[in-house]
Nanobody, 125 residues
Framework: QVQLVESGGGLVQAGGSLRLSCAAS????????MGWFRQAPGREREFVAA????????DYADSVKGRFTISKDNTKNTLYLQMNSLEPEDTAVYYC??????????????????WGQGTQVTVSS
């Protein structure tokens, strides 16, 4: 069974940075697509970024492009999300997700089979 455990959330002032981590275990992830999603209070969960476990394909939501960077360390089975120039609108619970299909175009929550428990990111103005 795939397990995903996020960490690195917290409180930061606008303009600041945070790096989220997602430790993945339970499978060989070579064919997987990994994603970050977020959910603000009263809003639906939305796509943030995705990366294929093999190769260097990445995809970003327009709202974070140029500010956030998704990356991975294959040797540690860990996914990262570097968040710079944070804005109050980035406040949300951030979730790590995994799909067993190698496809960088995955942006919908239903396309991901496994989810972490989430980590809170709060950006103060």
């Amino acid at each position: 069974q795939v397990q995903l455990v996020e960490s690195g959330g917290g409180l930061v002032q606008a303009g600041g940075s945070l790096r989220l981590s997602c430790a993945a275990s339970g499978r060989t992830f070579r064919t997987y697509t990994m994603g970050w999603f977020r959910q603000a209070p009263g809003r639906e969960r939305e796509f943030v970024a995705a990366i294929t476990w093999i190769g260097f394909s990445t995809d970003y939501a327009d709202s974070v492009k140029g500010r956030f960077t998704i990356s991975k360390d294959n040797t540690k089975n860990t996914l990262y999300l570097q968040m710079n120039s944070l804005e109050p609108e980035d406040t949300a619970v951030y979730y790590c997700a995994a799909s067993p299909v190698h496809d960088i175009t995955k942006r919908r929550t239903r396309e991901y089979d496994y989810w972490g428990q989430g980590t809170q990111v709060t950006v103060s103005s």
